[in-house]
């Protein structure tokens, strides 16, 4: 990929996603076939905002919601969710840019390790993260519904 601007490719302005941008943040989560029948996007995203533990961010193409992420630690790993970039605006820099603003807001909470889940048939996004100084860890991950549901894939 060649660079189409003078500028860094981390250098889009990220900022914290407001009230009026939650319909098109689940639209394009939507469009990033990110919703699964389980999670409520918009339940998530009550859940995660403006909590000293987590947040939503979001990077803009002028007034347009180009790219997502919600960040948030356990009190000791970090982890994001809904790593999104619009199809319309991939391979731009958005993607880096929006980790890059992941992995600075749990720096400065004193976040020393950033973790996340990626799907085992979803090579893109491991080639991507790849790119980005992510390795992958031999791990299991156990789950559980909390309320007694049978688990989902
Ligand atoms: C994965 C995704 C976030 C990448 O966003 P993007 O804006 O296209 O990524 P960028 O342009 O910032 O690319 C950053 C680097 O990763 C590389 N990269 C991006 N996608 C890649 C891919 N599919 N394969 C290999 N490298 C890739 C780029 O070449 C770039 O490298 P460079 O900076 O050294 O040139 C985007 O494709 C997306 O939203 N996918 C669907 C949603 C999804 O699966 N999210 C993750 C859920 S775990």
């Keep these: ?13 990220v900022t914290t996603a407001e009230d009026a941008d939650i319909p098109a943040i689940v639209a394009l989560w939507e469009r990033c076939e990110l919703t699964r029948p389980w999670n409520e996007p918009q339940a998530d995203l009550d859940r995660a905002r403006k909590k000293p533990n987590s947040d939503v961010l979001v990077a803009r193409d002028g ?5 997502t992420v919600m960040v948030g630690h356990d009190g000791h790993r970090g ?9 319309d605006q991939r391979e ?9 603003a992941a992995e600075d807001w749990l720096r400065d909470r004193g976040v020393e390790k950033l973790q996340l889940l990626v799907r085992a048939d979803n090579t893109r996004v491991q080639a991507f993260y790849e790119t980005l100084d992510y390795e992958e860890q031999e791990r299991v991950i156990y ?4 309320d007694g549901r ?4």
């Design 1 to 13: 990929m060649t660079e189409s601007s003078a500028a860094p490719k981390s250098s889009f302005a």
């Design 63 to 67: 007034n347009t919601i180009a790219a």
């Design 79 to 87: 982890w994001v969710y809904y790593v999104a970039v619009d199809p």
């Design 92 to 100: 731009k820099g958005y993607g880096r840019a929006i980790m890059t």
């Design 143 to 146: 789950a559980k519904w909390l």
């Design 150 to 153: 049978p688990m989902t894939p």
